[in-house]
Each structure stands twice: as C-alpha cells, then as structure tokens.
Nanobody, 116 residues
Framework: QVQLVESGGGLVQPGDSLRLSCAAS????????TNWFRQAPGKEREFVAR????????DYADSVKGRFIISRDYAKNTVYLQMNSLRPEDTAIYYC?????????WGRGTKVTVDS
C-alpha cells in the first residue's frame, strides 16, 4: 500500500526558507515521478514541482522557478522541496503525489503560511 507523509510546514515570514519532506512507503521514489502540488485557500490545487524517475530531471511551475528546489534521497525514500525566498502567495497546503500502476496517490499535506 502506497503511503505518502508530508512534513516540514509552518509559519514563516516573507523571505524565509522552509524544507518540506515527503516520506514514501509502498513505492520506491526513484522509480516514479514524484510531484509537489499546493492548494491555497479558495483556489484550486496547482502543480508546483516534479522530479522524474531515474534521475531524468525536474520541472517547476513558473511561479516558483529559481526559488524552489526539488530533490530526492534514495536511502530515506524521501522527496524534498526546498523553498527559498518565500512570499505570502506561497501560502497553501502542500501535497505530495505519485502515480503508480494506474492509481494516483496523495499525501495529506503540510500547511505553509507566509505572513509578516
């Protein structure tokens, strides 16, 4: 059974940094594309970043390009989202997602609030 557990969210000020973690079980993160999405209050869930399987590269939404970095730790079976230069518009619940054998799996999310 695939399980994704996000952590690392919190309340920070504009310009601060946070690192989110997505710990996976039931799936090897190096064998699937792993995505970060976010959902701000009153808005639809949106794509943030993706790390492709087998070290094939990364993709980012234009809104976070140059500020966020997605990475993977094979030993810990965990995907990270390093978020720098945070802005109030980055406030959202951040979710991890994988697609495996015809099924989409989501974590429960971790809340990030950027407020002065």
């Amino acid at each position: 059974q695939v399980q994704l557990v996000e952590s690392g969210g919190g309340l920070v000020q504009p310009g601060d940094s946070l690192r989110l973690s997505c710990a996976a079980s039931g799936v090897v993160v190096g064998t699937v594309h792993t995505n970060w999405f976010r959902q701000a209050p009153g808005k639809e869930r949106e794509f943030v970043a993706r790390i492709l399987n087998g070290g094939a590269g990364t993709d980012y939404a234009d809104s976070v390009k140059g500020r966020f970095i997605i990475s993977r730790d094979y030993a810990k079976n965990t995907v990270y989202l390093q978020m720098n230069s945070l802005r109030p518009e980055d406030t959202a619940i951040y979710y991890c997602k994988v697609f495996l054998r015809g099924h989409t799996h989501w974590g429960r999310g971790t809340k990030v609030t950027v407020d002065s």
